[in-house]
């Protein structure tokens, strides 16, 4: 089992950043592709960005890149997503995935662990 919990959402105007973090227990979190997903209400959860397992590889979809970076401190059990030049569009739940030995990065179902999602807010 792996309990992921996001923290960092918040209220932030157009232009502005912030930076999700989703802290991992349970297990060892170097094993795990992780990922973040969002969700806007009437709207299908997302995806937006991954990590592999040692970080070497991640993946964004379009239109978050060059605005939004993944990253991952495996030793402190800890992945960030660095949003900057944030849209009103960006708002939405963000929501940390974790899957052992995964690979199918894009897909809601290619993690079985999630966390309970924080809020981003990007309004002037």
């Known amino acids: 089992q792996v309990q992921l919990v996001e923290s960092g959402g918040g209220l932030v105007q157009p232009g502005g950043s912030l930076r999700l973090s989703c802290a991992a227990s349970?297990?060892?979190?170097?094993?795990?592709?992780v990922g973040w997903f969002r969700q806007s209400p009437g709207k299908e959860r997302d995806f937006v960005a991954a990590?592999?397992?040692?970080?070497?590889?991640?993946y964004y979809t379009d239109s978050v890149k060059g605005r939004f970076t993944i990253s991952r401190d495996n030793a402190k059990n800890t992945v960030y997503l660095q949003m900057n030049s944030l849209k009103p569009e960006d708002t939405a739940v963000y929501y940390c995935?974790?899957?052992?030995?995964?690979?199918?990065?894009?897909?809601?179902?290619?993690?079985?662990?999630w966390g309970q999602g924080t809020q981003v807010t990007v309004s002037s």
């Open positions: 995935a974790a899957a052992f030995l995964g690979s199918n990065w894009s897909s809601r179902l290619g993690y079985n662990y």
């Open positions: 349970g297990r060892t979190f170097s094993s795990y592709l």
């Open positions: 990590s592999s397992w040692s970080g070497t590889n991640t």
